[in-house]
């Protein structure tokens, strides 16, 4: 089991999958313009990575105020979401390991 996370800094997002308590994918984009654009980037990450690896859930720290992004992925994608301030990638993907 994987798990996909986001980490939303203010002009740039980190998109990881970990499984098995280790890195398996890692990459970095820009943040859209738009938080429409952000969601959409992130769901089609999402599907992309969805269908590589079993992923049980998905983890985004927020850097900025991208919340309602964050609401709206919970919403849209058929996994678990969790949300966290801003902080570390390591610790952004244990605590979704540990929840999910």
């Known amino acids: ?3 996909l996370t986001f980490n939303v800094a203010p002009d740039s ?3 990881a999958v970990y499984e098995d308590g280790g890195c398996r994918e890692h990459g970095v ?3 859209p313009g738009t938080k429409d654009a952000l ?3 992130m769901q089609r990450m999402a599907r992309l990575y969805g269908a590589l690896y079993a ?3 998905v983890g985004v720290s927020l850097g900025n105020e991208q919340d309602v992004v ?3 992925l ?3 994608l058929q996994l678990p ?3 966290m301030a801003y902080g570390d990638e390591t610790e952004l993907a244990q605590r979704t390991l540990a929840t999910f």
């Open 74 to 76: 919970k919403m849209t």
């Open 1 to 3: 089991m994987a798990v």
């Open 55 to 57: 992923l049980t859930g």
């Open 29 to 31: 984009f820009e943040v």
């Open 39 to 41: 969601l959409l980037r």
């Open 13 to 15: 997002v980190i998109c």
């Open 81 to 83: 979401v969790l949300v």
């Open 70 to 72: 964050a609401e709206d």
